[in-house]
T-cell receptor, first 114, second 115 residues
């Protein structure tokens, strides 16, 4: 079984500052890793995903994440955030045999202020 | 191309009743997954259907059931509602099932309130 831990429930940051949202996973098998964003009263939107290959993954809206197998981490980063990035961010994992069954972390609320 | 649609968007029921939620996947998508989102438990996988067959199931009681029709539309049913069933129910669709390159697209959800 896989699990995901998002270490920060809330991350406040000023506009144009860099941000890192942390995610650690646990699994005994190969995994696929995802970051989703949820805006108020909306469903989830895929930001990026790691399947294999290059450990640095670039996604939409200027976000990127780095897969670190030795530290079992998949942290999300953005060099300069905007007010519109205020949302809930979820890290998720799936196993090779159950790729459509996502296990989500508890979410990190990113609050961007002026 | 239209996204995943879920109906109704909001629903209020009382304890003991049953409810049916509907999900229409993106055209051409054959896999539909359901998730429950609550403040206490977060996002939890309910089940997944592909070509009218349930392929995966989460750890939920038998009161939660689902089905998929030949046009890939899916419904989930919750019988004998409990207060703890109050949640946002999200549906996600993908082209196939089990393929990691296959992105899941989520609908806006159905907000169920049980009184």
């Amino acid at each position: 079984a896989q699990s995901v831990t998002q270490l920060d429930s809330q991350v406040p940051v000023f506009e144009e500052a860099p941000v890192e949202l942390r995610c650690n996973y646990s699994s005994s098998v190969s995994v696929y890793l995802f970051w989703y964003v949820q805006y108020p009263n909306q469903g989830l939107q895929l930001l990026l995903k790691y399947l294999s290959g290059s450990t640095l993954v670039k996604g939409i809206n200027g976000f990127e994440a780095e897969f670190n197998k030795s530290q079992t981490s998949f942290h999300l980063r953005k060099p300069s955030v905007h007010i519109s990035d205020t949302a809930e961010y979820f890290c998720a994992v799936s196993g090779a045999g159950t790729a459509s069954k996502l296990t989500f972390g508890t979410g990190t609320r990113l609050q961007v202020t002026l | 191309k239209a996204g995943v649609t879920q109906t109704p968007r909001y629903l209020i029921k009382t304890r003991g009743q049953q409810v049916t939620l509907s999900c229409s996947p993106i055209s051409g998508h054959r896999s539909v997954s359901w998730y429950q989102q609550t403040p206490g438990q977060g996002l939890q996988f309910l089940f997944e259907y592909f070509s009218e067959t349930q392929r995966n199931k989460g750890n939920f009681p038998g009161r939660f059931s689902g089905r998929q029709f030949s046009n890939s539309r899916s419904e989930m049913n919750v019988s004998t509602l409990e207060l703890g069933d109050s949640a946002l129910y999200l549906c996600a669709s993908s082209v196939t099932a089990g393929g990691p390159t296959d992105t899941q697209y989520f609908g806006p959800g159905t907000r169920l309130t049980v009184l």
